[in-house]
T-cell receptor, first 113, second 113 residues
Framework: QQQVKQSPQSLIVQKGGISIINCAYE??????FPWYQQFPGKGPALLIA?????SEKKEGRFTISFNKSAKQFSLHIMDSQPGDSATYFC????????????FGKGTRLSVIA | DGGITQSPKYLFRKEGQNVTLSCEQN?????MYWYRQDPGQGLRLIYY???????QKGDIAEGYSVSREKKESFPLTVTSAQKNPTAFYLC????????????FGPGTRLTVT
């Protein structure tokens, strides 16, 4: 049973456009939601994370939107650049569960000029 | 220079042979993880360890074994019982499990023929 569902699987965006990646979770006990960015042949790296006490978090061109009632969260990349081309993973974990992150299956983003 | 090292970057083995992948961290992290990455499958957890001399199975532990004799090291053995071992293997660590940033190593690409 997949606990975090991520969509789309792949995404092509024009340079300067907005990239949007969505994730939905099932476990209402989840309360930490990070996004990781992975370039080809490299390990993923933390991009931005949110906890459910806020509905939005912004860091530079990257924004997480969180909808607790819908059990959904999304990553928005504003003014997308070719250097943003990578695979993005959403993840979730529980507060005091001492359990590892549960990852989505990833979205391959291509930003074309 | 702190971080996680995985060696080697590329590994080739014949079918039926056991192979051990190395993972070392100097971040003084208590928790360490092994993931397997296949195209379109995201990051699947193999094993994780929260403390020395203790580890737990992840979602796809069959055909793999680990040890945690030192805080800094968490080697993964891919045994001959693993039916489809060719994949990209990622090691990660974090201060603790759950709501803490996971730092990933550069990965080892294992090819078994």
């Amino acid at each position: 049973q997949q606990q975090v569902k991520q969509s789309p699987q792949s995404l092509i965006v024009q340079k300067g456009g907005i990239s949007i990646i969505n994730c939905a979770y099932e476990n209402t006990a989840f309360d930490y939601f990070p996004w990781y960015q992975q370039f080809p042949g490299k390990g993923p790296a933390l991009l931005i994370a949110i906890r459910p006490d806020v509905s939005e978090k912004k860091e530079g061109r990257f924004t997480i939107s969180f909808n607790k009632s819908a059990k959904q969260f999304s990553l928005h990349i504003m003014d997308s650049q070719p250097g943003d081309s990578a695979t993005y993973f959403c993840a979730a974990s529980r507060d005091s569960g001492n359990t590892p992150l549960v990852f989505g299956k990833g979205t391959r983003l291509s930003v074309i000029a | 220079d702190g971080g996680i090292t995985q060696s080697p970057k590329y590994l080739f083995r014949k079918e039926g042979q056991n192979v051990t992948l190395s993972c070392e961290q100097n971040l003084n992290h208590d928790a360490m993880y092994w993931y397997r990455q296949d195209p379109g499958q995201g990051l699947r957890l193999i094993y994780y360890s929260q403390i020395v001399n203790d580890f737990q199975k992840g979602d796809i532990a069959e055909g793999y074994s680990v040890s945690r004799e030192k805080k800094e090291s968490f080697p993964l053995t891919v045994t001959s019982a693993q039916k489809n071992p060719t994949a990209f293997y990622l090691c990660a660590s974090s201060t603790m499990t759950g709501q803490y940033e996971q730092y990933f190593g550069p990965g080892t690409r294992l090819t078994v023929t």
